[in-house]
């Protein structure tokens, strides 16, 4: 049976301001984290109170040793995403951080409500796996363990869908956010320069179009004189659901403000009736989670 649209609930504003903050990276942690603090508190005195930042070095090298135990409440960078989310009385979109659970590591993105409350955590679902000889081999299942769920939030702007970087290449987790209701997707994301120049684009604008929702990613800034081998591409981006680029950054550290207007969506999808033209006889999309659970799933 094909996934049935859940009807989101309907915050008061339709329009509300998104912030991406593109930061530079170290790896000292607490310099990271007081530049976060710094430029999100800017960000909520310019009006946001979506944001959407980055917050930690993407190289394999490191990355485990930036691990943080969410869960048991040993993570400096969530204990600062709650204390401004609280205290500025905004919402976080705070990915993503290497999350240590169980002896294993997950790549884990914490969705903090404006009462500095965690109301979701993703989990990465596809962990990235490339070997393009000469140019880029990564294998980040050497490092991670993949997430098992979806996460679909309600928070103050709105039904949020996350996901993290290469989720974002898995259209069919994208139309399921959709079919939950979800009015815009995060994917917190590190892309490189090997794929970042020909797709980055092409793949946000494309969950855009195809699911006439807004598309929001938020990518370090590029470091052109890390010794990694990893180098960032940045650009991060919204998408309004016509595939219009809203605001998006360079590669060099940046906040880009944005609006989101919700009413957008029902205007696209009034216009151009997708939902109405597909051909359920033909294909259709079977939300497992959802199906196996008998009913709606929200992180919220
Ligand atoms: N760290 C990542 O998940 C990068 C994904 C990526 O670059 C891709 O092309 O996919």
Redesign the pocket.
């Known amino acids: 049976m094909a996934a049935v649209s859940i009807p989101p609930p309907q915050p008061n504003a339709t329009k509300y301001k998104v912030a991406l903050l593109q930061l530079p990276v170290s790896p000292r942690k607490e310099e990271n984290i007081a530049r976060a603090r710094a430029r999100l508190d800017a960000a909520a005195a310019a009006g946001a109170t979506l944001v959407e930042i980055w917050n930690c070095p993407?190289s394999m090298e490191t990355l485990p040793s930036h691990g943080e135990d969410i869960d048991g409440g040993a993570s400096p960078s969530v204990s600062m995403l709650s204390e401004v989310a609280a205290r500025r009385r905004i919402t976080i979109v705070g990915g993503s951080i290497p999350e240590r659970s169980s002896g294993r590591l997950f790549n884990t993105c914490c969705v903090i409500g404006p009462d500095g409350q965690i109301k979701a955590k993703h989990r990465k679902l596809h962990l990235?796996e490339?070997d393009i000889p000469g140019d880029i081999t990564l294998r980040?299942s050497d490092t991670f363990t993949a997430g098992q769920e979806p996460t679909i939030v309600d928070t103050d702007v709105g039904r949020i869908g996350i996901g993290?970087?290469?989720d974002?290449?898995f259209p069919e987790l994208a139309m399921l956010y959709r079919s939950r209701g979800a009015h815009l997707i995060c994917y917190p994301?590190?892309?490189?320069m090997s794929?970042?120049q020909l797709?980055w684009d092409l793949m946000q604008k494309s969950r855009a179009v195809d699911n006439q929702l807004f598309v929001v990613t938020c990518s370090p800034a590029r470091d052109p004189n890390a010794e990694s081998d990893y180098m960032i591409w940045g650009h991060s981006s919204l998408i309004g659901p016509f595939g219009e680029v809203i605001t998006a950054a360079g590669h060099e550290e940046a906040t880009v403000i944005g609006e989101i207007d919700r009413s957008m969506i029902q205007t696209i999808r009034e216009n151009l009736p997708l939902e109405m033209q597909r051909r359920d006889d033909l294909y259709q999309l079977v939300d497992v989670r959802r199906e196996s659970s008998g009913h709606e799933t929200c992180a919220a």
């Open positions: 993407y990235f490339i980040e993290i970087c290469h974002i290449r994301s590190a892309f490189n794929t970042g797709l």
